[in-house]
Antibody, heavy 123, light 107 residues
């Protein structure tokens, strides 16, 4: 059974950093790209970025709205994906989802999601 | 960035109704379009990928169609468990973008 479990969320002061982890099981982690998606309270879904599988270079892409403050990485040996968030702002308050990226004939899709972890940025 | 616009933003319907949600892209995305369902307090769930392919385990009352810029999600006969918020998402290029969501409520 595929499982993605996020951790590391919580209350953080503006300007500080936080690293989220996503521990996965049930599939060969190294074969997949992983993505992060967030959802502010009462709002819609926002794609943060993704990291490709090593077979495809292990490179990353991000939404420009993240202002270069977020970094995604993955440890294939531990089956963990990370989201490093720096210089946090109040508007980063959201539930953060870890997502498995599946390559399809037409585009990619997010076929498995974690349960989400809440990050609250407030003094 | 490709803008995704869903309509309507909210919809009231009854059990057994046929419901259609539309999603329009600001440029052609061919058939790189996915649909997700989200229930309150839960993570989104993939329903349809590549515009019309049903994700395994998703009931066949859900279907997707369209290509280019205009897409639809149809639920052929609403069931009580279908009342949720639905999002479209383009994966033609990055940044991947979502529609604003359509909240489907019980009439």
């Amino acid at each position: 059974e595929v499982q993605l479990v996020e951790s590391g969320g919580g209350l953080v002061q503006p300007g500080r950093s936080l690293r989220l982890s996503c521990t996965v099981s049930g599939f060969t982690f190294g074969d997949y790209a992983m993505s992060w998606v967030r959802q502010a309270p009462g709002k819609g879904l926002e794609w943060i970025g993704f990291i490709r599988a090593k077979t495809y270079g292990g490179t990353t892409e991000y939404a420009a709205s993240m202002d270069g403050r977020f970094t995604i990485s993955k440890d294939d040996s531990e089956s963990i994906a990370y989201l490093q968030m720096n210089s946090l702002k109040a508007e980063d308050t959201a539930v953060y989802y870890c997502v498995r990226v599946r390559v399809a004939v037409a585009g990619n899709n997010f076929d498995y999601w974690g349960q989400g972890t809440l990050v609250t940025v407030s003094s | 960035d490709i803008q995704m616009t869903q309509s309507p933003s909210s919809l009231s319907a009854s059990v057994g109704d046929r419901v259609t949600i539309t999603c329009r892209a600001s440029q052609s995305i061919y058939n790189c379009l996915n649909w997700y369902q989200q229930k309150p307090g839960k993570a989104p769930k993939l329903l349809i990928y590549s515009a019309s392919d049903l994700q395994p385990g998703v009931p066949s009352r859900f279907s997707g169609s369209g290509s280019g810029t205009d897409f639809t999600l149809t639920i052929s006969s609403l069931q009580p468990e279908d009342f949720a918020t639905y999002y479209c998402q383009q994966s033609y290029n990055t940044p991947y973008t979502f529609g604003q969501g359509t909240k489907l409520e019980i009439k």
